[in-house]
């Protein structure tokens, strides 16, 4: 399935202040407005280090790796884990979870290579996937009173003085997103490193015919259609389409290969019109934020101002059409059904002391810089990915779930794939899906997720150091194996119980948990539940008489509001209730 086609356009937004439009004039998108497809950057770079080729000799060194892999290859140049482990080097599992993550990471399904990393990719997508492993993430703003946050995020390891950067603590007491880079500034950044290499990356995909200089290398259609992989029109033009080469084309007639040169010049063109366009509308922004810079608004006025199933959306939309923002709320609870998701992906993000429902069919998640919180993901058909978090439970039914530099965390799953822990965690647990909500099951077959199949107890591990961010990847820090999480003590094991109270009726409701679960954990929730019974049995074979029975039945209340106050559980009753 392909990456679902943008939404329309947004309804008019407020106009700007004229203080700020004056300072600050929008300027005139490009008639097509080419971006990275942010997919491959966020949930495709992997920290194995020998997939990452110093820059210097990346274009030679891949020209080599696509040799061996071609002789390889089978006859429909697909490239199995079996070659792609032996030309690089690297353990069998690797080079599964490379190819695995590559399925994840497809604009399109790929019906020969399965999401597991078997029956082999298509070359030119494994090169491409190589190639973008070289790229580094953009870095934060530096803090203004970072000194001061350094004790709120105690340091127990050699990286914790480059990731306190990036810490809950210290992202809400910055207002969040304002030392954070924008979703813009992630996309100028990433057009920015395509526009560097993509005549190098040109090179590799093309193929040699008889010729001189720049006509010795061409594209045909078909590999020219890969680039997909990381660039796409913000209207959901195809690339081939776009291209006045290869527009129209008959499909029983394939368009004759274009000089490689002449598609560098087309795709360089609309990457810089795009860079200017981005650029300028960033500029355009930060002078709106000085201009209304005296305006301080608080955490509260900012959950106040019906931020609860908003989406932020700029005058650019092309930014944010096919993802939905859950950020900054504190103390709160949200939720998001499939009616509210904007979009095939969702982020959540710097959310603190709240609970989170995404109760939807989707292909993406993030939850990035969360504290004390409980998110819940219903259905995710490709990755989610769970960064820089503390004390949070994640309740999550995925495919696959990356897992990178969180503390305390507790991830209660239903994952088809083995869980992929990288980076420096801490303290981290690991339990069956434990909740279900009525259109759960109508939600993971549309998404293809098994319920049959839950890998939450088998995770993977690599290493602590990440070569793409340079704030977890010092110089002279050798890696080590990253800290793996344990299985949850099954007497603490309980069921989430999402309110029923905002469900929607379907013809054939999720009554129970999809997911088994296992043996030991089955036994704890039949020990408690006899215990409930036993106490239940006790308070109905009491000899007293009415007014003693009444006294008890106040106390158990009392007991139980003393409890939903003190668990927090009370804000999110009268949060849900709200709605």
């Not at 081939?240 to 007639?253: C, E, I, L, W, Y």
């Not at 700029?314 to 709320?329: D, I, K, Q």
């Not at 993406?364 to 995710?380: E, F, K, N, Q």
Request: overall charge negative.
């Amino acid at each position: 399935m392909a990456d679902d086609p943008l939404d329309p356009p947004p309804e008019p937004q407020p106009q700007t202040p004229p203080a700020v439009a004056a300072a600050s004039p929008s300027p005139s998108p490009p008639p097509l407005l080419l971006r990275p497809r942010r997919e491959a950057f966020e949930h495709g770079l992997l920290p194995i280090p020998k997939l990452i080729f110093p820059e210097g000799t990346l274009a030679h060194t891949l020209a080599q790796v696509k040799d061996k892999l071609a002789s390889a290859a089978d006859g429909g140049g697909r490239v199995a884990a079996a070659a792609l482990a032996e030309a690089l080097q690297i353990p069998h599992e690797q080079a599964a979870l490379a190819l695995a993550t590559l399925a994840a990471v497809l604009p399109a399904d790929d019906p020969a290579l399965d999401s597991g990393g078997g029956g082999g990719a298509d070359l030119r997508d494994v090169l491409l996937f190589l190639y973008i492993q070289s790229y580094k993430r953009l870095v934060p703003r530096a803090h203004k009173d970072s000194p001061a946050v350094t004790d709120v995020w105690p340091s127990t390891s050699a990286f914790d003085g480059y990731l306190s950067a990036l810490s809950p603590i210290q992202l809400v007491r910055s207002n969040s997103r304002r030392f954070m880079p924008s979703q813009a500034d992630e996309e100028i950044h990433q057009l920015s490193y395509l526009q560097k290499h993509m005549a190098n990356i040109l090179t590799l995909l093309a193929d040699s015919v008889e010729g001189e200089g720049d006509d010795s290398l061409v594209l045909t259609m078909e590999t020219f259609e890969h680039l997909g992989f990381l660039l796409k029109f913000s209207e959901g033009t195809p690339l081939s389409q776009a291209a006045t080469f290869f527009a129209n084309s008959d499909p029983d007639m394939p368009a004759a290969p274009v000089p490689a040169a002449q598609v560098h010049d087309w795709i360089s063109q609309n990457i810089s019109a795009s860079l200017e366009f981005s650029t300028e509308k960033s500029i355009s922004k930060e002078v709106s934020q000085q201009v209304t810079s005296d305006i301080d608004v608080t955490m509260a006025d900012a959950n106040a101002s019906n931020a609860r199933n908003s989406t932020p959306t700029g005058t650019n939309p092309a930014y944010y059409r096919n993802t939905t923002f859950v950020e900054g709320f504190s103390k709160t609870s949200v939720v998001k059904h499939a009616s509210d998701v904007k979009g095939h992906s969702v982020k959540v993000l710097n959310c603190h002391e709240s609970v989170i429902y995404i109760l939807a069919p989707l292909k993406y998640a993030t939850v990035y810089g969360c504290s004390d919180a409980t998110v819940v993901l219903g259905a995710i058909g490709k990755v989610v990915k769970v960064e820089h978090c503390e004390r949070v439970h994640i309740i999550a039914a995925a495919k696959r779930i990356c897992i990178a530099n969180c503390r305390e965390c507790i991830f209660y799953l239903g994952v088809n794939h083995q869980p992929l822990i990288v980076g420096d965690n801490h303290k981290l647990q690991v339990a069956p899906f434990n909740t279900y909500y009525p259109q759960l099951g109508e939600h993971l077959a549309k998404v293809g997720v098994d319920p049959a199949i839950n890998k939450w107890d088998q995770p993977f591990v690599l290493g602590v150091v990440d070569p793409h961010d340079s704030l977890s990847h010092p110089a002279g820090v050798s890696d080590v194996q990253a800290e793996s999480a344990a299985r949850l003590d099954p007497d603490l094991f309980t069921n989430f119980m999402i309110p029923s109270w905002f469900g929607t009726e379907v013809q054939e409701p999720t009554k129970c948990c999809p997911f088994p679960l296992p043996e030991i954990y089955c036994a704890s929730q039949s020990k408690k539940l006899a215990a409930l019974e036993d106490i239940r049995r006790t308070i109905r074979e009491l000899q007293i008489d009415d007014n003693r029975k009444k006294e008890l039945t106040n106390a158990l209340h009392a007991q139980f509001k003393d409890w939903l106050y003190a668990s927090g559980n009370i804000r999110q009753l009268y949060c849900l209730q709200g709605d």
